[in-house]
Nanobody, 124 residues
């Protein structure tokens, strides 16, 4: 069984920073591809970032490039999302996701396991 637990969300002013954490409970964390998605009120799920297990290759949605950084620490079974220069449009519930799939896309259906989410609120 795999369980993902996010933390680190909160209320921050525009231009501020937050670091989200996702702790992976289960076997063989290092072989999972990990991602962050987000969902704002009244909007669809949106892909944010992904990091591969083979070579830690990363991918980001255009709107967060240069501001967000996804990383992983396999010794702690944890994936992070460092968010800098936050904007009000970044406000959402952020979800951690995991998959053993070898070629995951930005689609939510490609991910097998999900956390419960952590709320990020950015004020103007």
């Amino acid at each position: 069984q795999v369980q993902l637990v996010e933390s680190g969300g909160g209320l921050v002013q525009a231009g501020g920073s937050l670091r989200l954490s996702c702790v992976f409970s289960g076997r063989s964390f290092s072989v999972y591809n990990m991602a962050w998605f987000r969902q704002a009120p009244g909007k669809e799920h949106e892909f944010v970032a992904r990091i591969m297990w083979i070579d830690t290759t990363t991918r980001y949605v255009d709107s967060v490039k240069g501001r967000f950084t996804i990383s992983r620490d396999n010794t702690k079974n944890t994936v992070y999302l460092q968010m800098n220069n936050l904007k009000p449009e970044d406000s959402a519930v952020y979800y951690c996701a995991a998959t053993r799939g070898s070629r995951p896309t930005a689609r939510r259906d490609d991910y097998e396991y999900w956390g419960q989410g952590t709320l990020v609120s950015v004020s103007s």
